[in-house]
């Protein structure tokens, strides 16, 4: 095909892609989703044509600001990044292009001047030493070994097996087992240093004979040459005025000795070959334990070979046992009994032993051995705790809370902070009963790291949602008036399509695609199909959905008719739904058949609330009706709303008084509100089902109290403050730059647009 008419092509596939985002979808509602996917496609195909479509993008990037089609440019920006990343060399003069672009970004409102500013770092990098961005995503995503950039990355794939059928469980293993089969870390290593060599070096690198070369050393040499690789282009990309001819000279003295290291084959200079960008580490789990999610992340932190001190764990442990010892005592928190000691601690008080001379100590041998020896660490104080919460789960990382002893009169040695090297990516596979049940997990999380610090000051955690719907009816309904639609279960995916338009494109698509792939029948065909097109879309959505949309987590507070039983503390994420219940005993089932025949369904409530006033005062309303039940939604309708509202509505039943008789009629009330009292004035229970799911109904409830779930952290530093302030009420001292309430952040494409 000629150049013109690649070109032609590739402009009509973008425009295509256009105009999808203004909402013409394409004829053939297959195609849905799938254009960026055969888009860059194509370019692996062909990756000499990846220079073709970054020159289209840069234009169409261009077109889109100077008409003022914004919509067009955080989707055309990620296809062109991505494009970047993975193409084999791109001129310095389109990275150029791209960079100022990225620049004039910077005066847009956000999410704009985020995204811009975020690929302008990078570019500005890139185009010092290019190949750094390919580079550092094989070495953190494939967790390979290098002094210059020591970070790691894993994706972490929940489902929920009692939401997902077995056939999308299994079809969905096999597919990320399958995407992870040819990729060694030798064969990392060799795309690391063949895309670094034509990155920079562009035509004048001999593809085909490195490839040769690379491919009969031993693993040490290849693990050499890497490792030299790596330190080149990382000392050229963080150099601040660092030049790139003196970066492609350094990487062409490495590429000749690696040449002359074997006999090359006499191939032409001067073609480019793609380098494929392996598929990052993935692993599926079926979620069938409430803390599986902690242990999960404390596992990748410090795997199972090195997770606990000797101490605490026997080598001869197998994996079983470490297992349960991290998800029971945190391999740290076992109780510890008390005994008295008579031992001061300093080593000059010890006896002195009998095959020791007992001459005096020089000056310098005395004070080296007044340091204290063989003592149990002091436990970090709370506050020493709240140093790390401070950063939340995407903040910087805090120093260590304690000193090392050092000697006196020697100067103290630096210093060197916690450093978070580990990046975990957990992609949500459901509709929102999964989402709620990982606000749970989410919150148990941040309240045991305030307790004690472990995964916060060493993990960055990112949240990513993709939803599947089955079509099949709920299985675990155990009333029907709990039951919620089939369309209903998707509120949290659809309130991100509407915000993020490339979120709805790429991801929201994939809601009855997966279902449908995974119960394909068998053939030669389906295999390569789900793999390239379900693993590509997760593995596209994880690498540039870098913006969070925050979801307000609430609290509830659940009391129940039994005097003897103790209240319920619970979190929902985006419902609460109340229902009547039937009463149990025959006396009080005859006491609700004539209230019912004299004041209609429903019961009495008394709800108190603190109604939404535009001055943001707080004005405390209370309200009595009859009800038959009341459902509160934490997702709104419009993408322009808040997301820290509750939407309340209540279904209030009024009695009319006409010539025929009583009669009763519903009305809707609606509120808007954060906190909410529901209490039932007849004591009559009632049930509250959280998050639309079946199995977190409660049952014999009387009082219900809703409000923002705090922040652990904050509640923690805010009773301390309190000890010493008792009749101070506001927020002071560190408590007011404390992240007040808990928000869950689910990564997207753009976040909202404002």
Known sequence: MESTEVESDILRRVRTLLRELDGHHPACQCDRGMLRWTLHKKMDQNPSNSSILVRIL???????????????????LHTLMYTLIKAPC??????????????????????FCTIGLDYAIKLKMERTAPGTLYQRMVISEQSLKSDPYHYQEKIFIFADPDLLSEAICNALVTDTEAAQVSQSPRACMCYVIIHAMQAALAEGCDISGLKASLQDMPMSDVEHWFQQVVAAVEDAGNKVNADRDQHAARLEKIYCTILSSSQAGDVPVGETQGIP???PKISFHLWTEDNQLWKELALFIRPLTQSCEPECLSQDQDNFEIRDIISDCECCEQTRFSVLSTDSGIERDLPVAADEPSTPFSTETEQSRLQRKGGIKKKPSPLENVAFLQAGCNGPAAKPPVKPPRRPGVPPEPMVPVQRLHTARIVLLGDDRILGRLAQAYHSLRKRETRRVFLTPRLNLHFYYIPVMTGQPDTLTVVDHIATGQEELCEVAGYLGRADQWYESNINTLCHVIPKLATMPSSPSKHLVTDLFITDVITYYVRMGIQPVCFQVYAVKIFFNDPAQEPAEDVFLTELRTQGQESISHKDLSTTKKKTTLDGPGIDLAVTYRKVVLSDRTKELVMSLRSTGLVMKAIPTDEAEDLVYLNVNITEIIK?????????????????????????????PFMVCLDKDSRRVYRNVISVEVSPCLEPSYCLQKTRTMKFS????????????????????????SGVIQ
């Not at 840069?58 to 055309?76: M, N, Q, S, T």
């Not at 791109?90 to 999410?111: A, G, N, Q, W």
């Not at 008084?657 to 004591?683: D, M, P, W």
Request: charged share 25%.
């Open 277 to 279: 960008l392996p598929n």
């Open 726 to 749: 008792l009749h101070q009420t506001e927020d002071a001292g560190l408590v007011k730059y404390m992240p007040k309430c808990l928000l869950l952040p689910i990564n997207t494409f």
């Open 656 to 684: 009319i008084n006409n010539l025929s008789g009583r009669s009763f009629s519903s009305v809707a009330n609606k509120l808007k509100t954060q906190n909410i009292r529901i209490r039932s004035t007849e004591q009559r």
């Open 58 to 76: 840069v234009k169409e990037l261009e077109r889109a600001e100077r008409g003022d089609f914004r919509h067009y440019i955080i989707p055309l």
């Open 90 to 111: 791109i001129s310095d003069e389109l990275c150029s292009r791209v960079y100022d672009f990225c620049k004039k970004l910077l005066t847009l409102p956000k999410p």
